[in-house]
């Protein structure tokens, strides 16, 4: 059966191709492709593979799709890249360069432990290497939404089963014990639903269901109980209720409210198990350990780690290296990543890297910044939102590593600030003075 891979590899490479070139000038197809495979993910909690020699994941083939898509972009003069765009580039040649060095000592290792960067760093390559239309990010403000309403919906379903006593495959098996049926990365998902619905309110956007939705977002966030999702949604809260007085007289009112809904949801959802939900309540705001124990695997691989030299302090060490440590009698498996995107950007491609994946937040946080008043409203829901996009995730790298789907805010955010004038209608040119 051997012969049979051949022919079966060149038509996956021709299919590829083909799709490639049609998502190349389509970026909202892209993203739909993104969050559909995101919410196909949630749903069956571990993606389906194929076995070819390497097991594929449709995730391994979507961002394949974005990356051949976007090299055509570059390659096809369909777009040059910028010096925004350079960073990612320049991060891609450093990730390829530990993926090389890994698979010579480590082999298959080192591929699999190299998706997660593939993933984000395909995704905010293709992404940024689109101009930013009001009418783009309308329709990606639009499908954010519908994504979050998803995961509301699925929370909800979750929730339902547990209070019913269904047990829905071994992965149930902590969220029986408390409310989490999302992980942080889709409660982090939520989080930028909740905002961009946030800001479509103060913007008084026609769309009831959509500036009114961070009503329904809110509480169940509130009750899916992420310590990291809630302090940096309440650093966001902070941030713009800085900016914003109009913000700050709405905020109190609901914040109560959907507090108060939070509590009602708990109650329906678990009121028959109360001691578990008021126990699990009390461990998330008060419980250290987890985080002390982080911080003390944080000090091992960076200052207990046999692989770190000058070298691979510069560029990184390889992929397959792992994250193992040791401290007093608990031991971490390599495969257990070190929470926190700054020490695993650090490990993976050196000082260089950490500080090229900094400079790519920071600078598109002050070209957005610096984009003249006359074009904040198109900036669709808000240029505030972009810049509050890449500050919420930089606040969420200290506990966690980018999941793909942030990869689409990351990239339309850096692409932000391309922004122009729209061009006047005839009317307009037409108008007297």
């Known amino acids: 059966m051997q ?24 970026p909202l197809a892209g993203a739909v492709l993104v969050v559909a495979t995101y919410l196909y993910e949630t749903l069956v909690y571990s993606m389906p593979v194929i076995s070819l020699g390497i097991q594929i994941s449709p995730s391994d083939i979507v961002f394949a799709i974005l990356f051949v898509a976007v090299t055509l972009r570059f390659a096809l ?9 350079w960073i990612p580039i ?12 890994g698979i010579a000592l480590y082999g298959r290792e080192a591929a699999s432990e190299s998706r997660g960067w593939f993933y984000f760093l395909s995704g905010v390559l293709y992404f940024s290497s ?11 403000t639009n499908i ?29 098996a902590v969220a029986r014990e408390n409310s989490r049926v999302l992980n942080a990365s889709q409660a982090n998902l939520l989080a930028m639903a909740f905002f961009a619905s946030v800001f479509l309110n103060l ?36 941030l713009l209720g800085l900016q914003d ?18 509590l009602v949801m708990t109650v329906f959802f678990f009121g028959h198990q109360s001691e578990v939900i008021t126990a699990s309540l009390q461990d998330s705001a008060t419980n250290g350990d987890t985080f002390l124990w982080r911080v003390e695997g944080w000090y091992q691989l960076l200052f207990n780690n046999p692989a770190r030299n000058t070298f691979n302090d510069t560029i990184g060490q390889p992929f397959g290296t792992g994250y193992e440590r040791t401290f007093g009698d608990v031991h971490v498996p ?22 090229l994946l900094i400079f790519l937040y920071v600078l598109g946080m002050r070209r957005l910044k610096r984009l003249p008043r006359q074009l904040h409203k198109y900036a669709y829901p808000d240029v505030r939102f972009w810049r509050l996009v890449l500050f919420m995730q930089l606040a969420y790298f200290f506990t966690y590593g980018a999941s793909y789907d942030q990869s689409i805010l990351t990239g339309m955010a850096i692409a932000g600030f391309r922004l122009r004038l729209p061009r006047p209608t005839p009317s307009e040119l037409a108008a007297p003075e």
């Open 3 to 26: 012969f049979l891979y051949v022919p079966i590899l060149i038509s996956a490479m021709v299919v590829l191709a083909g799709l490639s070139l049609f998502f190349a000038s389509r």
């Open 77 to 85: 003069g369909m777009r040059k890249p910028r010096r925004r765009e």
């Open 90 to 101: 320049c991060l891609f040649v450093l990730f390829f360069i530990s993926l090389a060095r």
């Open 130 to 140: 689109f101009g930013a239309s009001p009418r783009m990010r309308k329709k990606l």
């Open 144 to 172: 954010l939404l519908t994504a979050g309403v998803a995961l509301v919906g699925v929370a909800i379903y979750r929730w339902m089963a547990l209070a019913a006593g269904f047990t829905i495959g071994a992965e149930w």
């Open 203 to 238: 913007s008084n956007v026609r769309s009831k269901w959509q500036c009114k939705a961070f009503y329904l977002f809110g509480p169940v966030l509130v009750v899916l109980q992420h310590r990291t999702v809630w302090a940096v949604m309440i650093a966001g809260l902070l």
């Open 245 to 262: 007085a109009r913000f700050r007289k709405k905020a109190i009112i609901a914040i109560i409210a959907m507090a108060i809904a939070g």
């Open 334 to 355: 390599s495969n257990i990543v070190p929470h926190n995107y700054y020490i695993e950007a650090f490990l993976r491609f050196g000082l260089i890297g950490l500080l």
